[in-house]
């Protein structure tokens, strides 16, 4: 019988397809810094298109993505922004909005499903007439999909409340959308009136969507003139950006639609993991292309080590003799 690896690590780890290196050897290019990049702009104009905002910026990473968006809305240093205490943003981006920017994190509770009670979200806001004491709160952060809690999908009608709530009390309101293509599809809803309600959205293309490198953010003219100097400032500012712009494109064009099977497929994971003696796994959660499954106590798998990754403690094992062992590769 012939064996495949199927690397179920995490989506980051996608290869390039021949249509997106082709599109790379074959892309027109300039300096992107000052402006010129032809395929850079390509890339900008068409992803602001799709989310229904004024304009888009290229970024080499969502982290950088956010980082910006963050720092553009908190442009005063002891800004505050409230955001969920299990999101990306919090805890897997080095706490870069303090030590860079300077901006203090408010968090409000994840509930199972990735969003925040609005009650709680309002509750945490800052009274201005307090400002002698307390940080000024500038700015509501969401994450969609929700990875932590299983890729969940937040729905247009929570992100709109939010919003809401945002402009009642003079806020701006972030969506980290490193997999917001995943949300749209999995709920069915045009992407751009998922993040109508928001200012600023960064966008992952290396995840899902398989480009090799890089993120958009999206928001209004002003916001994005200002998110340009703040890339340079960062060490964004890439030259002939183009052929890795180029490769988005494809990514952008080609992969969203199948992003469908991929939920299909993890869901299909998922249901034969919990078949598996000594595997648990809640196969009702599973919403979009992330999978997560416990060893339950007494199981008698070997896991030879284990390390540790973002903050927890991941179990590496052969993936392999688990799928042939129980049937799931037939």
């Keep these: 019988m012939v064996t495949r690896m199927v690397d179920l690590r995490s989506d980051t780890v996608t290869k390039p397809s021949k249509a997106m290196r082709a599109a790379m050897a074959s892309a027109e290019v300039d300096d992107d810094v000052l402006g010129y990049d032809p395929t850079a702009f390509r890339l900008e104009t068409e992803m602001a298109r799709i989310m229904g905002k004024e304009a888009a910026l290229y970024v080499p990473s969502g982290t950088m993505g956010n980082l910006i968006s963050v720092l553009v809305h908190c442009d005063i240093r002891g800004s505050e922004v409230i955001l969920g205490d299990n999101s990306h943003i919090h805890i897997y981006e080095n706490g870069g909005i303090s030590t860079i920017g300077g901006v203090h ?105 398989g480009a090799p490198v890089g993120s958009v953010i999206v928001g209004s003219k002003v916001f994005i003139a200002k998110a340009k100097i703040l890339r340079k400032t960062l060490g964004g500012g890439m030259r002939q950006v183009g052929i890795l712009c180029a490769a988005a494109l494809v990514a952008v064009q080609e992969n969203v639609s199948k992003l469908e099977g991929d939920h299909k497929n993890a869901k299909t994971f998922a249901e034969g993991l919990n078949k598996i003696k000594g595997l648990k796994v809640d196969v009702a959660s599973v919403e979009t292309n992330i999978v997560y499954f ?35 590769g037939q």
């Design 105 to 209: 994190p408010r968090t409000v509770k994840n509930n199972k499903d990735g969003s925040m009670d609005i009650d709680l979200i309002e509750a945490a806001i800052r009274d201005p007439r307090m400002e002698i004491c307390y940080p000024t709160t500038r700015l509501i952060c969401l994450e969609n999909t929700h990875a932590n809690s299983g890729g969940k999908c937040l729905p247009v009608d929570y992100i709109d409340k939010v919003g809401e709530l945002a402009k009642k009390h003079g806020l701006k309101l972030h969506i980290d959308g490193a997999r917001i293509f995943n949300a749209s599809v999995a709920l069915g809803v045009p992407v751009h009136k998922l993040v109508q309600a928001a200012d600023s959205v960064s966008v992952c293309l290396s995840k899902g969507l």
């Design 294 to 328: 416990d060893i339950t106590e007494g199981a008698k798998y070997h896991i030879p080590r284990t390390m540790q990754k973002c903050g927890r403690t991941w179990h590496t094992f052969d993936a392999r003799e688990l799928i042939q062992s129980n049937g799931l």
